[in-house]
Every structure is written in structure tokens, then in C-alpha cells.
């Protein structure tokens, strides 16, 4: 008997690694752009950048000021229902979110939150220096502005905005981006409000803070034109530079957020929602694109086996008596107290649930997700037929009798309370559906994980969410108003990169100099203090960076400070290097001035020829203390010993070459 189930186990375990083959999967770093080509891969990008301005959007509230866990002065609690559009249809996300049922509570603290951001007031005026910024950004986007400014609703049931709706409004239309070898274009980009921060999402209870609610962005979205994940890493790249270029944008965790929009050829528009990190998006569109391919793969293998599309369902019971209660508990402890145990019967669909999905997922993985989100039940919410452990092929051959299933029939057993237990087959049967239809790939959104992989998050929102906004009145965009924005523009990333070869700037510093947006302060202290470019992209880049790494700032830094250090040694007539040895006691202590920064690193002043004078000196001193003839062995010693005398008198390259022409002639 243990044979048999070893098999079993083996046998679901090699379809998993035989449908991987079948899709074509490989690691991103092995797949060619033939290889992209070959699957139709298609992507857009949607940004959202928050704006630094003292106030949210439509209120007086403080924008930036965030909540301490557990630190609020009131709780609202609010259930959520869907509206109909002026078309009288209900949006199919509005109706999903619906249906889970979710209790949601508001932690609310007053300095950050007041009456408009719970819809108990109506919206004061458009936040005028948000304006501002998103015209500015608009332009630098090379976008059409409209001629009026129109507020609308954007319906969000999900309980991230208390009022059930964002506000948003399209600034400009048709821009466009010269990312390499391409001009890749802009549908459009808005100025909205932000939404609540998530604390917990646990069963039918979701839990927000509203200290983000209602401050600033701007919405940028691409056409879906890049056709390899590296080209929308590079233009998340871009559009995060030309935002951060405004110098009017926050920077950090949370303050931008990317949706990724992917597709293959015959599949559907997915979207991977709130990817924090750029440097994630790559691995998360490989692996998106080849999950929707697998989908396709598994739609062949249904449409062959099942004859009957229209009239295909699943069949239940709830099962209880203590073999089976006995039976899970050995298997994983996934009975819970009060639980009912229900299992379900899958015709003809032995073998797909262990179908290769995403690394280390497979389909199986898209039902529990949709168990999660709509019915509610907490992870660990299912088992099934296919996995690989042993210990359930006891568990699952007495589950196929009680349900008298076929060979080709595939179960899955899940606990549920009872009043969920309709939610999760309704929901379970819908997802199978899914996978035979003309277009297998759900239109969805994903949530997004660091190791690449994606899982459902709430069904795709369509634009029967959108309605006019009837508290607010259109804002005029002038031609004057225009022009004046134009004035104040930064150079473009595209003159920013051109002047970095220029400058033969590092490679290697571009993204930090750009995102950081330190290119005027260079600048500046280039055309003051005629430092060479170069010198001065790796100091900031690579040994500031470095030192922020490793030392904590006793305050706030503020990168203007490098103008004064540079200031200051130009100045003293002090060599360049020394600001390398000043930056780690300048970056821990902002507020020293620089005279006391070089007493604590113990600089002193020496001539050239109070240094060159100890040379022979030192020649002698290395040949009393020791018998090695090295020359090399020498110079190092004997750099070793001035450096502390010479930084900041001289440069290490003259010393060394001072160093080596008195060792030749010895």
C-alpha cells in the first residue's frame, strides 16, 4: 500500500514539473526577447506618486503625518455595499467585495483625519499647490493639458476609502516617454486622493488606518507598448526620475506605488496591484505572463476531456464523523473548532490542479486564493487530491467514496462555517468555469509578493465604477496658468542622462543621483566651486550612499549640506579627497560646522614639502626595520604612514608618485 501512495504522490509531482516543461517556463534571466515575442507578451504601467504638499487634497488636514500602531482617538466601523453607475449597472469588483461580507473598522486619529475624509462633509477646494505639481508633471510628460479640470467618483468597495469612492480628475492626455530605442506613450495622468493604510485583513474583519487617506497623487498610465519585463522596470525607472526631478514629490516606502498591467497573446488584461519596489517588477511580469500561459495550457486539456461545457458543476457533502475528523488532524491540523467539513468532487479535472501556475504554485493555489478573499476562510483553507503528501491519500480515498467519484475526477476538501460554506462552492465552482472559457485568464487584480509571485486579490474593476462627482466644479486650466508652470520646469530625464556621459558619470550612479534628485545640487557646486564631475557623481553616489547604509543621522539630512563642505574646502585650499574622510562625521552630526569636523578626524595643515621631506626618512626607517627588498612591500608601507599627514594636503595619486620616483633613485 505504501508503494501506491508513494506513486500517487510521484505521479502528481512529475505532472507539475511535466506541465512547467509544457508551458515553456524558464527563469527570467534564460528567457530572450524571442522568447517574449513567442508568448505575446504585453505590459502597461500605471504609477501612483504621492505629492509633497502641506495639505490633503480636498480638506485642511495635514498631509505626511502618520499614525503610531495602536495610536488613534476614535474607531468607525462601516459595511459596504454597491451602487448602480448612471447606466444602472453594478460594477463586477463593487459586487465581489460585496460578497465577502467584510466588517470594516477605521482607526481614526484626529490630527490626521477630519469629518470630509468620512463623507460627513462635503470636499473643500482643490488643494492649489497639488494642482500645481501634477500641471508641472504633466508637462514634463509632454502631455495635452485639458481645458477643465473635472472631479469624478471612483468607486472602491474594498473599504480603503471610508466614503466608498476616490475622487479623481484627468489633468492630461496622450504624453509620451523616450525610454531607450523607443517612444513609449501616456494615456493619461490624473490627480487623485490616496486611500487608507491596511493593518489586517483576518476573516470577515478588515482593519485601516486613515492617516493616508486623502493626501495627494498623481495617477501616470501607460500604454501597454513594453514587450519584455526589463522595459518596464525602465520605465518605472523614468517616470520615478522625471517625478522625483519636480523636487515637489515624497520619497520612501509607500509614497510611490506601481500597477503593473500584463498580458500574453490570448489571454486578458491582469493587473499586479501596489508593487512597492521597482526593482520587484521584472520577476513579477515573467512570471505573470507564464502563469497565463499555463492557464491557456489547461484549457486545452479540459476542452479535450469534457464534452458537456454548459451543464459541468461540481457536486458536494458535508462530511463529519471522527475518521474523518481524525484524518485531517493527522494530515495538517486544519480543522478548526465549529468548522463544517466539506469536500467537493471536480469532474474530469484529475491532474490540473497540480498544473505548474507560478514557481513552487499551481492551479490549485488560484481556488484557495479565491477562498481567502471572497469566502473569507483563512489559509490554510483547503486540501486536495493532487498534493504531494502521503499521508492524505488515506484522507482522499475515502473522500472519493463518499462522493462516488470517477478516476478522472479530482477533490477538494475545505472547513468552513456554515453560513460560508455557499460562498466557497459558488466560488470554487466559478474558478473551474473559468478555466474553459474562451478566454481562460480572469480580467483581475493581483497582489503582489517580494519572491515574484502573484495571488488574486478582487475582480478586474470595469468603468461602471466611474461616475461624475456633483460636490465639485470644474477648474479652468488657462493658457497663462500654463506658461508660467513651463517657466519653472527641470531639464528633462533624457538631457539628465546625456549629461551624465557628458560628465562620464558611473553607471552605477545614475539611479541614485536621479531618484534622489541631486543632479542641480552637482550642479551647482560644479559650476561654484569647479569640482570635476566625476569626482563628485561617485562621491555622492557610491560613499554617501555607503555611509547612509551604515550610520544613522543624529537629525533629518539634508543633501544641501554637501555644498557647504565643498564650499568650505575649496575655500581652505584643502585638497578634494578630504571630504570623502569629513562625509561620515557630516552625514551623523548635520548640524557641526566644518572647522569642528576637521578636528574631529585630527586634520592638520602641512605643506607639500613638509611631506616630501620625511620620505627618505622613512626609506631608511623600512630598511632598519626590515630585510625585504620588495619595492612594493615599501611603497605600501610607506603610503600607509603619510596618508593621515597628506589627506586633504595633497592627493594620494601625487604622494604615490612622489613616493616611487624616491625609491627608484634610492
Known amino acids: 500500500m505504501k508503494n501506491s501512495k508513494d506513486f500517487e504522490i510521484h ?18 534571466n534564460k528567457t530572450t526577447k524571442i522568447d517574449y515575442e513567442k508568448i505575446g507578451f504585453m505590459s502597461g504601467l500605471e504609477v501612483h506618486q504621492q505629492l509633497k504638499t502641506e495639505k490633503k487634497l480636498f480638506c485642511n488636514c495635514p498631509a505626511g503625518i502618520f499614525q503610531k500602531d495602536g495610536q488613534y482617538d476614535a ?41 470630509y475624509d468620512v463623507d460627513d462633509t462635503p470636499p473643500f477646494k482643490l488643494n492649489r499647490q497639488a494642482f500645481k505639481i501634477a500641471l508641472e508633471i504633466t508637462r514634463l510628460l509632454k502631455s495635452f493639458v485639458v481645458g477643465e479640470l473635472h472631479i469624478a467618483r471612483k468607486q472602491y468597495l474594498d473599504g480603503s476609502i471610508p466614503t466608498g469612492f476616490q475622487r479623481t480628475g484627468i489633468m492630461g492626455i496622450e504624453g509620451f516617454l523616450p525610454i531607450r530605442n523607443k517612444k513609449l506613450k501616456i494615456i493619461q495622468i490624473s490627480i487623485e486622493e490616496d486611500s487608507c493604510r491596511e493593518i489586517s485583513d483576518i476573516g470577515h474583519t478588515r482593519i485601516y488606518k486613515t492617516d493616508r487617506l486623502g493626501m495627494p497623487l498623481v495617477e ?13 522596470v525602465e520605465t518605472a525607472q523614468y517616470i520615478r526620475f522625471l517625478t522625483h526631478s519636480t523636487g515637489h514629490v515624497r520619497t520612501g516606502i509607500g509614497s510611490a506605488r506601481e500597477d503593473v498591467n500584463v498580458s ?59 475518521q474523518v475528523e481524525k484524518l485531517i488532524k493527522e494530515a495538517n491540523g486544519l480543522l478548526k473548532k465549529g468548522h463544517k467539513i466539506v469536500v467537493a468532487n471536480l469532474p474530469m ?75 466557497a462552492l459558488e466560488t470554487i465552482e466559478e474558478r473551474c468555469k473559468m478555466a474553459f472559457e474562451d478566454i481562460p485568464v480572469p480580467n483581475e487584480t493581483r497582489k503582489s509578493f517580494a519572491n515574484g509571485t502573484t495571488m488574486f486579490e478582487r475582480v478586474l474593476p470595469g468603468a461602471d465604477r466611474m461616475y461624475p462627482d456633483t460636490d465639485t466644479v470644474p477648474i479652468a486650466i488657462c493658457q497663462k496658468f500654463i506658461d508660467e508652470v513651463d517657466k ?76 557647504d563642505v565643498c564650499g568650505f574646502v575649496k575655500k581652505e585650499c584643502l585638497h578634494r579627497e578630504i571630504i570623502s574622510f569629513m562625509l561620515p562625521i557630516v552625514y551623523e552630526f548635520p548640524y557641526m560646522d566644518p572647522e569642528s569636523v576637521l578636528r574631529e578626524i585630527n586634520f592638520k595643515k602641512h605643506d607639500h614639502e613638509a611631506i616630501f621631506s620625511l620620505i627618505p626618512i622613512l626609506i631608511e626607517k623600512f630598511n632598519q626595520i626590515t630585510n625585504s627588498k620588495n619595492p612594493d612591500a615599501s611603497f605600501r608601507w610607506m603610503m600607509k604612514e603619510l596618508k593621515p599627514m ?3 594636503n595633497i592627493s594620494m595619486t601625487e604622494l604615490a608618485k612622489v613616493i616611487r620616483k624616491e625609491l627608484i633613485n634610492e
Open 349 to 423: 479535472f484529475r491532474g490540473i490542479l497540480s498544473f505548474f501556475n507560478q514557481p513552487g504554485r499551481m492551479f490549485s493555489d488560484e481556488i484557495s486564493d479565491r477562498l481567502k478573499v471572497i469566502a473569507c476562510l483563512e489559509r490554510p483553507n483547503m486540501l486536495h487530491s493532487e498534493q504531494w503528501d502521503v499521508d492524505l491519500n488515506e484522507l482522499f480515498d475515502l473522500v472519493r467514496k463518499k462522493l462516488d467519484a470517477k478516476n478522472e475526477d479530482a477533490q477538494i476538501l475545505f472547513l468552513s462555517p456554515l453560513e460560508d460554506i455557499a460562498t
Open 11 to 28: 505521479h502528481f509531482y512529475q505532472n507539475y514539473l511535466e506541465s512547467q516543461n509544457r508551458v515553456g517556463y524558464k527563469p527570467r
Open 220 to 232: 501616470i498610465v501607460t500604454y501597454p507598448e513594453m514587450k519584455m519585463p526589463n522595459e518596464v
Open 75 to 115: 474607531e468607525l466601523v462601516r459595511h459596504m455595499r454597491p451602487t448602480l453607475s448612471e447606466l444602472g449597472e453594478y460594477d463586477g469588483t463593487a459586487l465581489m467585495e460585496f460578497k465577502t461580507k467584510k466588517t470594516i473598522y477605521y482607526r481614526v486619529a484626529h490630527i490626521t483625519t477630519c469629518t
Open 488 to 563: 519653472e520646469l527641470p531639464k528633462g530625464v533624457d538631457i539628465r542622462l546625456a549629461q551624465f556621459i557628458k560628465w562620464k558619470v558611473p553607471k552605477d550612479a545614475y539611479i541614485y543621483l536621479l531618484s534622489k534628485n541631486l543632479v542641480p545640487l552637482m550642479e551647482r557646486i560644479i559650476n561654484d566651486f569647479n569640482y570635476n564631475p566625476k569626482f563628485l557623481s561617485t562621491l555622492i553616489a557610491h560613499r554617501l550612499k555607503h555611509i547612509q547604509g551604515q550610520i544613522k543621522s543624529a537629525s533629518q539630512f539634508d543633501f544641501d549640506k554637501l555644498y
Open 264 to 322: 500574453v497573446r490570448g489571454g486578458a488584461r491582469v493587473e499586479i496591484k501596489g508593487v512597492a519596489k521597482i526593482s520587484r517588477i521584472a520577476d513579477l511580469t515573467h512570471n505573470e505572463a507564464f502563469r497565463q500561459v499555463s492557464l491557456l495550457e489547461i484549457r486545452k486539456d479540459l476542452l479535450e476531456r469534457i464534452s458537456d461545457l454548459k451543464n459541468w458543476k461540481i457536486e458536494h457533502k458535508i462530511l463529519n464523523g471522527h
Open 646 to 648: 597628506a589627506i586633504g
